[in-house]
Each structure stands twice: as C-alpha cells, then as structure tokens.
C-alpha cells in the first residue's frame, strides 16, 4: 500500500515539475525590465516566492541576461496557475548576493497557462503581461517644435527596427505639420522598452544628431501615445490619446495639433485644438465670398477633407458624430465669420448630430452668446446633411448643394451656411467652427 501512495505521489511531483504534454505542462515566463544597473559590476535578476526564483534566498535568486535593445530578461520555466510573488534586484555578478533590493511593494503575479512576457519598471508596482506568439503594436507620435531650413527634415532614430536600430539611413523620416511643427508616426510593438532621439536628415544623409548628453529612454503599452519634446532636452512628456480637445485643455493648456479619439471610435484622428476648442471647420474664401474646395460628394464629407487650421478642412461627419455623441447634447457650437469689415460670432448650446443612417440630422439648443441672430442656424435645426450628389433637403425646383456649391445642413435652401459664404445678410470671406464640451 506504501509503495501505492508513494509512486502516486512521484507521478504528481513529476507532473508539476514539467513534463511537457502531460495535465502540468509548464509555463515560460520571463521578466524584463530596462532598469540600468546602479552597482559596479552587477547584473539585474529576479528573486521571489517560487522555488525557481530563489524562495527569497538572495543565494538562489535567478540572475538576467541584457538583451540587444539594452533591456534585462529574465526567463523560467514554472508549474501552471500559481499566485507568486517577486522583486527585481541587482546581483553580484556571481550571482552570490543580492546588492540592492527594488524598493515597494512585492509585486503579486500568477503563473496562468500560456507563456508570457512580463514587462515592469523598478520601482513600479504596475506590471503588463505580454501572451507569447501575440504581435501587437501600438501607434507612437513623436512631436516637436523646429524651424528646419532648406531641404532639412526632422527624423527619429533609435535602438528598435522601427527607428532604424541607430542606423541613419533608416531612421524614421517625420512630416511637417504646420510652420515649425514636426510629427514622426510609427507603429510600434507593445510593452518594450526603448531609446531615442532626434536627427536632421538632409537628402538621405545625417547632418546632425541632437545634442543631448543621453538618450531618451520611454516604455509602450497598449495606449496610443504622443511624445512631446523640445530640441537637445531629455525631458518628455507623453499624452495618450484624448477623447476630444476638451480633454487635451486639462492637461496641456496650448493651440496645437493633436491625436483624438471618440469614445465610440475605432481609431484616432489629427484635429487641431485651440484653447480646449475642436476646430471641425475652416472656409477661406476670395473678397466676394466664392468658397473654394467645399464642392464634395458625400463620401468626402462622410469621412473629411482638408488639414487641420488650413483651408478648406471639414473634420468629417463620422467623426463629428463621434464627438458630439459621447456626451450627446452636451457641446458647443462656436461659429465665428468675417466679412470686408469685421469678424462676427455666435455660440451654441446642445450641438451633436446623427449618425449616417439619419442623414447626419443637425440638432442646436440656444444661443450662449455672440453678435448674430440666433435664428439664422436655428431654422436649420432638424435639417438633414445634403451634398450635391445626395439632396436630402426640401428644396423641389432646386439642388441646394449646387447652388452654394458646398454641403450643408440644407432646408429649402438656407438662410447660414458657412461652407457656402452665406450667413443671413452677412456676404462672409471666411468661416471657422469648432466644438466644446
């Protein structure tokens, strides 16, 4: 009966040890970390509550390796679906004792049933696991302000492929957004560690590195992000993508150019915020008020048109209804027009409009403030998006969108479009809207 019990106990003890196939096949899972070491001739390691990771014996702590991008891995092989916890620490480079202890709380992990990689910084109790075999990446902006002159353009190099591994010749090119104003885009893949900085490129070839005394080192999640910096300083500041220009205000009170994303969206869109403002429209015409540029089917303003701050820019219905449906009824329209002689404005409570299927139906509450009647918008309310190709007004003799060459919020035919150079008695040369929560 002995030798029953014991050899079942064997086959089990065996089993969680790691017989690949079997009920208990193992898990990998590996630690990483780009924490450079602070002690001579130290190397990073793991030690925590597992009999792989040392059972907090600073003899038996497991020791890392230092990847290709500068990052520490550490990797071990443990029984499925057991609660654990773990600190980083600096080892003697024998592996022999531990030198420094990561400071805080023990991080609290579980061994769950799938290889994983999990990423943490020292010192930070929050950590993301990242599922083997996953390849996922997330869009990354690099931002700055810099007059470039000539056939100068602004590039991002760093220790990933995705910025050219310090290769000049394939650093990451960016694109100027406005005077100034430069914007490097790449998708990169999630929960790494990295290390960059800016260059000048000119024709192909590197003419200046920026001088700062080290690299910028930064982390990506699962969050788009923006990275704002300034020319030769190692400070940046990251923003995730915010839901509207509102939100932007709260955190960085400037004009600019940024990344939005709607509640209800699938994915993020360049506008340009002025002072928590959304602009969703800029109309710049001649001196007698012909607009130019605003002539478009309706799939063009279904999806928009134009630049941000530039003319002619329509923001596009899908995303204008996304952002005034997060907080259905609760923006404001701001309308401001110019004429030979002076700017006029008006503002707007209870402002979204329906999706595509109603026709991009306009809704207003009242007017807030401003110099114009409130009436001239207002017999639009209820209205109908039209253009020349989809004439959803109640005009019978006439194509409303034809006739002012412009899609709009059409009755029969109008008395304001500022897509079209008409707002009430006013003869306008130029047109700006935006929206606030």
Same mark, same amino acid.
């Given at each position: 009966?002995?030798?029953?019990?014991?050899?079942?106990?064997?086959?089990?003890?065996?089993?969680?040890?790691?017989?690949?196939?079997?009920?208990?096949?193992?898990?990998?899972?590996?630690?990483?970390? =780009?924490?450079? @070491?602070?002690?001579?001739?130290?190397?990073?390691?793991?030690?925590?509550?597992? @009999?792989?990771?040392?059972?907090?014996?600073?003899?038996?702590?497991?020791?890392?390796?230092?990847?290709?991008?500068?990052?520490?891995?550490?990797?071990?092989?443990?029984?499925?679906?057991?609660?654990?916890?773990?600190?980083?620490?600096?080892?003697?480079?024998?592996?022999?004792?531990?030198?420094?202890?990561? +400071?805080?709380?023990?991080?609290?992990?579980?061994?769950?049933?799938?290889?994983?990689?999990?990423?943490?910084?020292?010192?930070?109790? !929050?950590?993301?696991?990242?599922?083997?075999?996953?390849?996922?990446?997330?869009? @990354?902006?690099?931002?700055?302000?810099?007059?470039?002159?000539?056939?100068?353009?602004?590039?991002?190099?760093?220790?990933? +492929?995705?910025?050219?591994?310090?290769?000049?010749?394939?650093?990451?090119?960016?694109? !100027?957004?406005?005077?100034?104003?430069?914007?490097?885009?790449?998708?990169?893949?999630?929960?790494?560690?990295?290390?960059?900085?800016?260059?000048?490129?000119?024709?192909?070839?590197?003419?200046?590195?920026?001088?700062?005394?080290?690299?910028?080192?930064?982390?990506?999640?699962?969050?788009?992000?923006?990275?704002?910096?300034?020319?030769?300083?190692?400070?940046?500041?990251?923003?995730?993508?915010?839901?509207?220009?509102?939100?932007?205000?709260?955190? !960085?009170?400037?004009?600019?150019?940024?990344?939005?994303?709607?509640?209800?969206?699938?994915?993020?869109?360049?506008?340009?915020?002025?002072?928590?403002?959304?602009?969703?429209?800029?109309?710049?015409?001649?001196?007698?008020?012909?607009?130019?540029?605003?002539?478009?089917?309706?799939?063009?303003?279904?999806?928009?048109?134009?630049?941000?701050?530039?003319?002619?820019?329509?923001?596009?219905?899908?995303?204008?209804?996304?952002?005034?449906?997060?907080?259905?009824?609760?923006?404001?329209?701001?309308?401001?027009?110019?004429?030979?002689?002076?700017?006029?404005?008006?503002?707007?409570?209870?402002?979204?409009?329906? =999706?595509?299927?109603?026709?991009?139906?306009?809704?207003?509450?009242?007017?807030?403030?401003?110099?114009?009647?409130?009436?001239?918008?207002?017999?639009?309310?209820?209205?109908?998006?039209?253009?020349?190709?989809?004439?959803? =007004?109640?005009?019978?003799?006439?194509?409303?969108?034809?006739?002012?060459?412009?899609?709009?919020?059409?009755?029969?035919?109008?008395?304001?479009?500022?897509?079209?150079?008409?707002?009430?008695?006013?003869?306008?040369?130029?047109?700006?809207?935006?929206?606030?929560?």
């Amino acid at each position: 009966m002995r030798a029953i019990v014991f050899a079942a106990l064997l086959i089990t003890v065996c089993s969680v040890k790691g017989q690949t196939g079997g009920p208990w096949a193992p898990v990998t899972l590996t630690f990483q970390t =780009d924490h450079e @070491v602070t002690e001579a001739n130290a190397v990073m390691g793991v030690c925590g509550s597992l @009999v792989e990771l040392g059972m907090w014996n600073q003899g038996e702590c497991m020791a890392g390796t230092k990847g290709a991008q500068g990052e520490w891995n550490v990797t071990v092989k443990v029984a499925p679906s057991m609660s654990f916890q773990w600190k980083w620490v600096e080892l003697a480079s024998d592996g022999s004792k531990v030198l420094l202890w990561e +400071p805080g709380d023990n991080h609290r992990t579980n061994t769950g049933t799938v290889d994983k990689t999990i990423v943490s910084n020292w010192g930070k109790q !929050r950590e993301r696991e990242f599922p083997k075999g996953t390849s996922v990446t997330t869009a @990354v902006r690099f931002r700055i302000h810099y007059y470039a002159s000539g056939g100068d353009r602004l590039a991002v190099c760093g220790n990933i +492929p995705e910025l050219g591994n310090w290769q000049p010749a394939y650093c990451t090119l960016g694109d !100027r957004l406005t005077k100034g104003n430069w914007q490097v885009q790449v998708d990169i893949s999630q929960n790494r560690h990295f290390q960059w900085k800016w260059a000048i490129i000119n024709n192909g070839t590197m003419t200046q590195w920026e001088g700062i005394s080290k690299n910028r080192h930064d982390f990506v999640g699962d969050e788009e992000i923006t990275m704002f910096t300034s020319w030769g300083s190692e400070f940046t500041t990251a923003l995730p993508v915010k839901a509207d220009c509102s939100e932007v205000w709260k955190e !960085r009170r400037d004009t600019d150019l940024y990344q939005l994303q709607p509640a209800n969206a699938s994915q993020s869109f360049l506008a340009y915020c002025q002072s928590g403002w959304t602009h969703i429209q800029r109309n710049d015409m001649d001196e007698v008020g012909t607009p130019f540029g605003f002539d478009r089917d309706w799939m063009s303003y279904k999806n928009g048109f134009g630049t941000p701050s530039q003319s002619p820019y329509w923001i596009g219905n899908d995303k204008l209804y996304q952002l005034t449906n997060q907080h259905q009824g609760n923006y404001t329209l701001q309308i401001t027009i110019w004429t030979k002689y002076r700017s006029h404005s008006i503002v707007y409570d209870g402002f979204y409009i329906e =999706d595509e299927s109603n026709n991009y139906r306009l809704h207003l509450g009242s007017k807030i403030s401003g110099d114009i009647e409130a009436s001239y918008l207002l017999s639009h309310a209820g209205a109908p998006f039209s253009t020349f190709d989809k004439d959803n =007004d109640k005009a019978v003799t006439v194509n409303c969108p034809s006739r002012w060459q412009a899609g709009w919020w059409y009755t029969d035919c109008l008395t304001a479009t500022a897509n079209g150079g008409e707002w009430g008695r006013y003869r306008i040369i130029r047109a700006t809207m935006a929206i606030r929560q």
